[in-house]
């Protein structure tokens, strides 16, 4: 009969799909995709079953009707595994909005202090942009704006993003070890982009640098001593290093092209940075940074014709995320995540660099960065999807198997995850930008290494 033999074709697709996918795990358990596969597969077989009766002509016509009607039905069942197999999901433990929706602002680069509990985002509209600190259900803590009283030139472009002259702008928040206090840009009471400190629960915020040229991209040391940043002080954006004991600055770097973005190193003995300009990147890592500034050393890891950004550090220190542009469409607009191993050599070519890469099609968040689970097996990150309005995935970096996680929000962006594996985003509401957490079943508490 013709429906057998169409419904055999159609039927061995999902065999095939099945072969493919991973035996049940030697724990025992059974992860979602082989329970899947497994259902799939019993419903074939009871298909099967069916076909056979109608083949034989055992069954009498009403009875065949009935039967192929189950079949259509059973058929749709197969198609929705397959296509469920095709696009593995994590379902999270809770989807939330962190607090109220603030209709008329919208809400980004969220960044959670070490121990999880509290985060600081920015919030913006037409006239400022301020940071609000917040407990991890959204509670409002503090806000941290200052007021501009006289209008500036931005100037240093790749520091700093375009703002109104006569706005007030507070951003690049980073947390000090303790998670008591916090640095932060401001164009403060004159006008001028500098480094603030702030404290938790204090509205009051001490200024800490006080050049004329623009300072920002600061990242507070994980051992406390030292906070690092760009300033276009020397005429081009170098680092700096501003000592919390002294108040010494220290320029570490003296190159014509722009650095961007310092990230330490979980131990704080190490900087990852971006050097480039343009459309050429690369990454940068400074070492020996526990002692004096004259044994600072420095040494090239991704150097090549693409364009790599936003190196960040896994919690272990063992690894470094970054965004690159490499795709084989050559399209500059095309992101992917690559992990190399921190204490690798020189990358330079195709061959050393595009096997690393674990992800692609990424909208890349650049003043986030690559978000890093927990574990430091698993990354998060927006895929670049418009058909699902860019959803968010998580990535093994071992397997590189993307699963996307099922928020049911849209257009997402600036991916942060805590150290007790809750992760916060941003995602447009009513063609504003708000804040959101979720949580994905199983994740486990950082360990930092001691090597």
């Known amino acids: 009969m013709k429906i057998s033999i169409l419904m055999v074709l159609v039927l061995g697709l999902p065999f095939s799909l099945g072969q493919a996918m991973s035996a049940e795990q030697e724990s025992?358990?059974?992860?979602?995709?082989?329970?899947?596969?497994?259902?799939?597969?019993?419903?074939?077989?009871?298909?099967?079953?069916?076909?056979?009766?109608?083949?034989?002509?055992?069954?009498?016509?009403?009875?065949?009707?009935?039967?192929?009607?189950?079949?259509?039905?059973?058929?749709?069942?197969?198609?929705?595994?397959?296509?469920?197999?095709?696009?593995?999901?994590?379902?999270?433990?809770?989807?939330?909005?962190?607090?109220?929706?603030?209709?008329?602002?919208?809400?980004?680069?969220?960044?959670?202090?070490?121990?999880?509990?509290?985060?600081?985002?920015?919030?913006?509209?037409?006239?400022?942009?301020?940071?609000?600190?917040?407990?991890?259900?959204?509670?409002?803590?503090?806000?941290?704006?200052?007021?501009?009283?006289?209008?500036?030139?931005?100037?240093?472009?790749?520091?700093l993003p375009e703002f109104s002259n006569n706005s007030s702008y507070n951003a690049?928040?980073?947390?000090?070890?303790?998670?008591?206090?916090?640095?932060?840009?401001?164009?403060?009471?004159?006008?001028?982009?500098?480094?603030?400190?702030?404290?938790?629960?204090?509205?009051?915020?001490?200024?800490?640098?006080?050049?004329?040229?623009?300072?920002?991209?600061a990242d507070w040391s994980p051992t406390g001593n030292s906070i690092a940043f760009i300033s276009g002080r020397s005429g081009n954006a170098n680092v700096y290093l501003y000592d919390t004991a002294s108040k010494i600055i220290s320029q570490i770097s003296d190159d014509p092209l722009a650095f961007l973005y310092p990230q330490w190193s979980p131990h704080g003995d190490r900087l990852a940075v971006t050097l480039g300009s343009n459309e050429n990147h690369n990454v940068i890592i400074y070492e020996n940074l526990e002692g004096e500034t004259k044994n600072i050393t420095h040494r090239s890891l991704i150097s090549w014709k693409y364009d790599d950004l936003r190196p960040i550090w896994s919690p272990d220190g063992s690894k470094i995320a970054f965004y690159t542009n490499y795709n084989e469409q050559n399209d500059s607009k095309v992101w992917a995540i690559a992990i190399v191993d921190a204490d690798s050599h020189e990358l330079k070519t195709a061959e050393d660099i595009i096997p690393l890469i674990v992800a692609t099609d990424v909208i890349p968040d650049v003043d986030k960065?690559?978000?890093?689970?927990?574990?430091?097996?698993?990354?998060?990150?927006?895929?670049?999807?418009?058909?699902?309005?860019?959803?968010?995935?998580?990535?093994?970096?071992?397997?590189k198997v993307s699963k996307r996680i099922v928020t049911d929000t849209k257009i997402n962006h600036d991916v942060s995850c805590s150290a007790e594996g809750i992760i916060a985003f941003r995602s447009q509401v009513n063609q504003w930008d708000q804040m959101f957490v979720t949580k994905l079943p199983g994740t486990n508490r950082k360990v930092i290494s001691n090597k």
Do not use: C
């Open 369 to 399: 960065g690559p978000a890093w689970m927990p574990d430091s097996e698993n990354i998060v990150y927006v895929q670049k999807n418009r058909k699902r309005y860019n959803p968010i995935h998580l990535v093994n970096i071992n397997d």
């Open 172 to 217: 690049g928040l980073s947390w000090s070890p303790d998670n008591s206090q916090f640095i932060f840009m401001s164009n403060g009471d004159d006008s001028n982009y500098d480094l603030y400190l702030g404290s938790v629960g204090n509205e009051i915020s001490t200024r800490l640098t006080t050049h004329d040229e623009k300072d920002g991209h």
């Open 28 to 159: 025992g358990e059974v992860d979602p995709l082989t329970a899947q596969k497994n259902s799939t597969e019993a419903r074939i077989s009871a298909i099967q079953a069916m076909l056979n009766g109608l083949d034989n002509n055992l069954l009498d016509a009403n009875t065949a009707k009935e039967r192929i009607t189950l079949l259509k039905s059973e058929l749709d069942i197969i198609l929705a595994h397959i296509e469920r197999l095709s696009d593995p999901v994590i379902t999270p433990e809770f989807v939330n909005p962190l607090g109220l929706m603030d209709i008329g602002f919208n809400n980004s680069n969220p960044t959670w202090t070490s121990d999880g509990q509290n985060l600081g985002f920015e919030r913006h509209n037409a006239q400022s942009k301020e940071i609000i600190i917040a407990d991890k259900i959204g509670n409002i803590l503090q806000t941290v704006k200052y007021k501009s009283k006289e209008p500036d030139d931005l100037g240093l472009d790749l520091l």
